[in-house]
T-cell receptor, first 117, second 112 residues
Framework: EPEVTQTPSHQVTQMGQEVILRCVPI?????FYWYRQILGQKVEFLVS????????KSEIFDDQFSVERPDGSNFTLKIRSTKLEDSAMYFC???????????????FGQGTRLTVV | GEDVEQSLFLSVREGDSSVINCTYT??????LYWYKQEPGAGLQLLTY?????DMKQDQRLTVLLNKKDKHLSLRIADTQTGDSAIYFC????????????FGTGTQLKVEL
């Protein structure tokens, strides 16, 4: 069964360092997403991406964040200068259509746990 | 803004029914979803319901939607130990594009 894969599963980084979280969406999917979950809090939407551009982003997704689809298979989330409060589980997801079409499932990866020290 | 709330924990005995509850604030929600997360795994879509429906049944899963009270529930019949996981409620608002708003998740523990 096709799945979304994320690497690494756990990343530890020092405050102020840049970090890149990687995702391989399902191959025929067109929409890509990043969500995050700070420990004990809700899963929060960060950004959606379609046709090589950001289609929607949340208030969390400020200038420190960027996304890229550098080739035909990877989808990355970059945090330029990490802060302690960026520590969270980051989930990548992809869907064939936008989740605006309600019966389209968004498939999620297993997450990358980012720890900023 | 929209908000989704769930209780954090639920413990049931194997074979009993589990009911996981969720409340949301956005009256314009169009689709409501239940996701399951097993340890070390991603979020798996279990089921969803369109806002003009009251109930949806899929094998052991029954989703009930009370749109007036903005209350969503997931009932798992004959709960098994393999159902132990975190269950997330999520909603998509009308005109909300591709964004899902999630609750904190309910940790379901199934005891023998």
């Amino acid at each position: 069964e096709p799945e979304v894969t994320q690497t690494p599963s756990h990343q530890v980084t020092q405050m102020g360092q840049e970090v890149i979280l990687r995702c391989v969406p399902i191959s025929n999917h067109l929409y890509f997403y990043w969500y995050r979950q700070i420990l004990g809090q809700k899963v929060e939407f960060l950004v959606s991406f379609y046709n090589n551009e950001i289609s929607e982003k949340s208030e969390i997704f400020d200038d420190q964040f960027s996304v890229e689809r550098p080739d035909g298979s990877n989808f990355t989330l970059k945090i330029r200068s990490t802060k302690l409060e960026d520590s969270a589980m980051y989930f990548c997801a992809s869907s064939e259509l936008g989740t605006g079409a309600g019966d389209t499932e968004a498939f999620f990866g297993q997450g990358t746990r980012l720890t900023v020290v | 803004g929209e908000d989704v709330e769930q209780s954090l924990f639920l413990s049931v005995r194997e074979g009993d029914s589990s009911v996981i509850n969720c409340t949301y604030t956005d009256s314009s929600s169009t689709y409501l979803y239940w996701y399951k997360q097993e340890p070390g795994a991603g979020l798996q879509l279990l089921t969803y319901i369109f806002s003009n429906m009251d109930m949806k049944q899929d094998q052991r899963l029954t989703v009930l939607l009370n749109k007036k009270d903005k209350h969503l529930s997931l009932r798992i019949a004959d709960t098994q130990t393999g159902d132990s996981a975190i269950y997330f409620c999520a909603e998509r608002e009308a005109g909300g594009g591709n964004k899902l708003t999630f609750g904190t998740g309910t940790q379901l523990k199934v005891e023998l």
